[in-house]
């Protein structure tokens, strides 16, 4: 009753007048108004009791797609003469069309629903229920009440899918796949020679080597192909994504992580994702689509961030990838990170860095004279000299200007074999 104080006021304010002076005329002016709070006090609201129901038209879109919010209530108590809804969304979502907001009356036992559509960008969406204020039609009482529903969008990266990515670990599962496994057996590729055992077919039979040898027959032995481990690291680091205009590299690093993801797993691997920056975020291995969407959620939830734990890559937990498996960093890298890959290197890991590429992504945002452009030049050679120092230990790093579609990146770098088995002379 707060909120009707001061007609409260008023009218105790004319009754003590009238009373004091006696006078009819006086009191007679508060009746009325006593009249009107009376009213409203009798047809004021009483408990709010509402089932509601949210139906989304998807909850997995990408970050252009749209949803369809319908929300559907029920009165299961008394009348409620006045009723504003409000779905409580994040600010991070945008509305397209209709309101979050609804008037209505509502008596007992009466339904009514009302949709909205929305958009947003990356990230995962909780919705924490509806607002629901209740009142008389003279406004003098109301009730408020949050009421909890159930609901969330998740707005995954969207991506162009990446074929064909050539990878050789140094290790391979059981499972069959298309990643070369060093092993003899049934396979594609010409492998070795190996004397002739019962049960080999025909067309595996050598001729030529076995008319070399007249005392034995040769059979022709081609390379397995299996499935490998592969661990997909995502630098979410604040000072190495975040560039002296205020733009970050993060989506960009989002998007490639989410193709790459896709293609790997798509080539029946096992995939694991691991989230650096201001926290660790671990998904952990698996298979086929279940562990995709795995992946695409906890890359929906992803977040750039700074740790004073987490200034380097020294503190990747690298015991949650399996020896001799494949590494994936996505990182714009700095020049103390070299390190760390080199070990990773050496304890057996076979290592790939995409790293799109800050220089020309920040050139673009300064304007253009004879100091940005040597600047950019002397920078660029820096980069360069970098990345090619860890191809020559062995690193796979591929240098991403995001101008231009990862696919085509992963076409022409990718598609061959890696560089550790052809050194940079």
């Not at 009376?38 to 609201?45: E, N, Q, R, S």
């Not at 509502?106 to 960008?121: A, D």
């Not at 998740?154 to 070369?180: D, E, H, L």
Request: include cysteine; charged fraction near 20%.
């Amino acid at each position: 009753m707060r909120r009707n104080a001061p007609l409260i006021l008023i009218l105790y304010g004319i009754l003590f007048i009238a009373l004091v002076s006696m006078n009819g005329e006086m009191l007679a002016l508060a009746i009325p108004l006593a009249l009107y709070m009376l009213a409203g006090l009798y047809f004021a609201p009483q408990e709010i009791d509402l089932k509601i129901e949210r139906e989304l038209s998807a909850e997995r879109i990408t970050p252009k797609q749209e949803v369809i919010v319908e929300i559907e209530i029920t009165n299961l108590g008394s009348n409620l003469e006045e009723l504003f809804l409000e779905d409580q969304i994040s600010p991070a979502l945008k509305i397209i069309k209709g309101e979050t907001g609804f008037f209505c009356t509502l008596k007992k036992g009466e339904s009514i629903s009302w949709c909205y559509t929305l958009t947003g960008p990356r990230g995962s969406f909780l919705f924490k229920g509806i607002k629901a204020i209740a009142s008389d039609h003279f406004n003098i009482a109301q009730k408020e009440k949050m009421i909890e529903t159930e609901g969330q969008i998740f707005i995954i990266p969207s991506f162009t899918r990446i074929k064909n990515i050539k990878i050789r670990p140094r290790q391979t599962r059981a499972y069959a796949g298309n990643i070369p496994a060093r092993i003899g057996g049934p396979g594609v590729e010409f492998y070795g020679l190996r004397e002739y055992q019962p049960g080999d077919s025909l067309r595996w039979v050598n001729w030529r080597a076995s008319a070399r040898h007249p005392q034995a027959l040769y059979s022709n032995e081609y390379e397995q192909e299996r499935v490998a481990d592969v661990g997909i690291i995502l630098d979410g680091r604040e000072a190495v994504n975040m560039g002296e205009s205020g733009n970050s590299l993060y989506e960009h690093s989002v998007i490639a992580a989410a193709a790459l993801s896709d293609a790997f797993i798509a080539s029946g691997n096992r995939v694991g994702l691991l989230l650096y920056g201001q926290t660790l975020r671990w998904t952990f291995p698996g298979y086929g689509h279940i562990q995709r969407e795995r992946i695409m959620q906890s890359l929906a939830r992803a977040e750039i961030g700074d740790s004073s734990v987490f200034t380097d890559l020294m503190r990747i937990p690298s015991q949650l990838f399996p020896i001799n498996s494949q590494l994936v960093l996505i990182s714009p890298l700095k020049n103390d990170d070299y390190g760390t890959l080199v070990h990773l290197r050496a304890r057996g890991y076979q290592v790939m860095v995409i790293s799109p590429n800050p220089v020309s992504y920040e050139r673009a945002n300064l304007p253009d004279n004879a100091n940005t452009r040597l600047a950019s030049r002397i920078i660029s050679m820096e980069r360069r000299m970098f990345m090619l120092k860890l191809q020559r230990a062995g690193v796979q790093a591929l240098d991403w200007d995001i101008r231009e579609p990862l696919d085509k990146l992963v076409k022409a770098h990718l598609g061959r074999p890696p560089a550790w088995r052809n050194p940079i002379k």
